[in-house]
């Protein structure tokens, strides 16, 4: 038996190795280095630079409050800090508005801000000094909103007329749970109340026809508003009810008595 014979390396065999290993991790030292120097000085030139104040907000989504409404409350300006914009803070300075809803914030690289809100839907309007107030589906009356001028006319929702507190309440779930495209089709919704009905109310439809209704189950009754219409002969001059069977009832009705006489709805001057 005899040991195998290995090859022998020497020092002078590893050296250059050695060196040019040394040379590759000095090489990605000053390359770390290199870069690092690189992003701080980019750090702070951006710090430095506009582009790292707010340039521009936008505003979404909203309808009823104006932008100016919607980024004075939001406290932000453009030229102020990107990178200090509290998100959380911000939205709940917004919610402040009694009729916002929901707020979302965005921030865009490299330095927009944009602002998208949610407005709680306008169900009604309810007149007074010359100008209307906006009722909003949670009930609440809003009498700061922008005012309408003298001749101007809410036309996004029904005004309305002699309705008390608890009624109001009543007719404004009610007014929630109509499509928009319904709703517009109201131009005022009165308080009639009756000995029978105390939530008895009378329409009057932008088409120029008259509605009687109760509150109760309104939402379920004034879609098929649309086709009673359409089915209408137009020459007939009358109110719908608006009951489980919707009937037109012309306005001259005439009964004839026992004794044959034709007598009618008006009372005899």
Same mark, same amino acid.
């Given at each position: 038996?005899?040991?195998?014979?290995?090859?022998?390396?020497?020092?002078? =065999?590893?050296?250059? $190795?050695?060196? %040019?290993?040394? $040379?590759?991790?000095?090489?990605?030292?000053?390359?770390?280095?290199?870069?690092?120097?690189?992003?701080?000085?980019?750090?702070?030139?951006?710090?430095?630079?506009?582009?790292?104040?707010?340039?521009?907000?936008?505003?979404?989504?909203?309808?009823?409050?104006?932008?100016? %409404?919607?980024?004075?409350?939001?406290?932000?300006?453009?030229?102020?800090?990107?990178?200090?914009?509290?998100? =959380?803070?911000?939205?709940?300075?917004?919610?402040?508005?009694?009729?916002?809803?929901?707020?979302?914030? %965005?921030?865009?690289? &490299?330095?927009?801000?944009?602002?998208?809100?949610?407005?709680?839907?306008?169900?009604?309007?309810?007149?007074?000094?010359?100008?209307?107030?906006?009722?909003?589906?949670?009930?609440?009356?809003?009498?700061?909103? %922008?005012?309408?001028?003298?001749?101007?006319? &809410?036309? =996004?929702?029904?005004?309305?007329?002699?309705?008390?507190?608890?009624?109001?309440?009543?007719?404004? $779930?009610?007014?929630?749970?109509?499509?928009?495209?319904?709703?517009?089709?109201?131009?005022?919704?009165?308080?009639?109340?009756?000995?029978?009905?105390?939530?008895?109310?009378?329409?009057?439809?932008?088409?120029?026809?008259?509605? $009687?209704?109760?509150?109760?189950?309104?939402?379920?009754?004034?879609?098929?508003?649309?086709?009673?219409?359409?089915?209408?002969?137009?020459?007939?001059?009358?109110?719908?009810?608006?009951?489980?069977? &919707?009937?037109?009832?012309?306005?001259?009705?005439?009964?004839?008595?026992?004794?044959?006489?034709?007598?009618?709805?008006?009372?005899?001057?």
């Amino acid at each position: 038996m005899y040991l195998a014979k290995q090859k022998v390396v020497t020092i002078e =065999d590893r050296i250059p $190795k050695l060196k %040019q290993r040394r $040379k590759q991790k000095a090489n990605r030292r000053l390359i770390m280095y290199i870069t690092f120097f690189f992003l701080l000085l980019s750090g702070i030139l951006y710090f430095q630079s506009p582009l790292s104040k707010i340039g521009e907000i936008t505003i979404t989504g909203n309808q009823n409050i104006t932008s100016e %409404q919607i980024s004075k409350l939001s406290k932000l300006t453009v030229g102020t800090s990107f990178w200090k914009v509290n998100q =959380d803070e911000v939205k709940q300075n917004i919610k402040e508005h009694p009729e916002i809803k929901e707020v979302t914030i %965005q921030k865009k690289f &490299p330095n927009d801000i944009k602002i998208n809100v949610s407005e709680l839907k306008r169900v009604g309007y309810i007149s007074g000094h010359n100008t209307f107030y906006p009722i909003l589906e949670n009930g609440k009356i809003i009498e700061n909103a %922008q005012k309408f001028g003298s001749k101007a006319i &809410p036309v =996004d929702a029904p005004i309305l007329v002699d309705w008390d507190d608890e009624a109001l309440k009543l007719l404004t $779930k009610e007014l929630n749970k109509i499509q928009p495209s319904i709703s517009k089709l109201i131009s005022e919704i009165h308080h009639t109340p009756t000995e029978y009905d105390p939530l008895q109310m009378t329409l009057y439809m932008i088409d120029g026809y008259e509605v $009687k209704a109760t509150v109760r189950n309104f939402a379920k009754n004034i879609p098929a508003y649309p086709t009673i219409v359409s089915e209408l002969d137009p020459s007939l001059n009358g109110y719908i009810e608006l009951d489980v069977v &919707p009937t037109f009832i012309p306005y001259e009705k005439e009964s004839t008595s026992e004794e044959g006489e034709m007598v009618t709805d008006e009372s005899e001057g």
